[in-house]
């Protein structure tokens, strides 16, 4: 099966510099990579996510990056908030099957004012 | 859009009873809905796969006699949580995905269970 790993576990960055989670994947029938935002006690927030026949996407200070050769993805939050601070897990699944999600181990980002 | 609720946010029970949790899709259908469970500081861990109108498909370890799934329409889905004991305890979170948008998943705000 699908095998997801995410770097690194936590992350600070002063505010308003940018920040950049990494994401790994094994499956190469994955084809759907999406990021979501957990806040304390709540469940997860879909951010932004991207397909395998993309390389870039981008929405406001949210970007997404994927290199389908080297099986790797990747977070770009730029210009950071205080209210960016969360924990950000990645994803991966493919259109086969029933296109569950594996979830990468999470990313505790905390922004210093 | 896209929003999906779960009721109970919290439930507190003594051990040996059961509890269900609920999951909508408020403001679409969703032919499949998934459950997730989710221990502190830890990502999440998919239970099982609900489709509308069939049996769950559960991961492997979930007990499905324990973890009871109905999908009864398409906007809601429950859980049961069967003879809970405290080791039950955790987030439960579900996630339902919008007829004709492939992979995407829409998460509820979570269930916490506390089993005493």
């Known amino acids: 099966g699908e095998n997801v790993e995410q770097h690194p576990s936590t992350l600070s960055v002063q505010e308003g510099d940018s920040a950049v989670i990494k994401c790994t994947y094994s499956?190469?029938?994955?084809?759907?990579f999406p990021w979501y935002k957990q806040e304390l006690g709540k469940g997860p927030q879909l951010i932004i996510d991207i397909r395998s026949n993309v390389g870039e996407k981008k929405d406001q200070r949210i970007a997404v990056t994927l290199n389908k050769t080297a099986k790797h993805f990747s977070l770009h939050i730029t210009e950071t908030q205080p209210e960016d601070s969360a924990v950000y897990f990645c994803?991966?699944?493919?259109?086969?099957?029933?296109?569950?999600?594996?979830f990468g181990t999470g990313t505790r980002l905390t922004i210093i004012p | 859009g896209a929003v999906v609720s779960q009721h109970p946010s919290r439930v507190i029970c003594k051990s040996g009873t059961s509890v269900k949790i609920e999951c909508r899709s408020l403001d679409f259908q969703a032919t499949t809905m998934f459950w997730y469970r989710q221990f502190p500081k830890q990502s999440l861990m998919l239970m099982a796969t609900?489709?509308?109108?069939?049996?769950?498909?559960?991961e492997q370890g979930v007990e499905k006699d324990k973890f009871l799934i109905n999908h009864a329409s398409l906007t809601l889905s429950t859980l049961t949580v069967t003879s809970a004991h405290p080791e039950d305890s955790s987030f439960y979170i579900c996630s339902a995905r919008e007829i004709g948008t492939p992979g995407q998943q829409f998460f509820g705000p979570g269930t916490r269970l506390t089993v005493l």
């Open positions: 499956d190469s029938a994955s084809n759907y």
């Open positions: 609900s489709n509308e109108g069939s049996k769950a498909t559960y």
């Open positions: 994803a991966a699944s493919s259109n086969f099957g029933n296109e569950k999600l594996t």
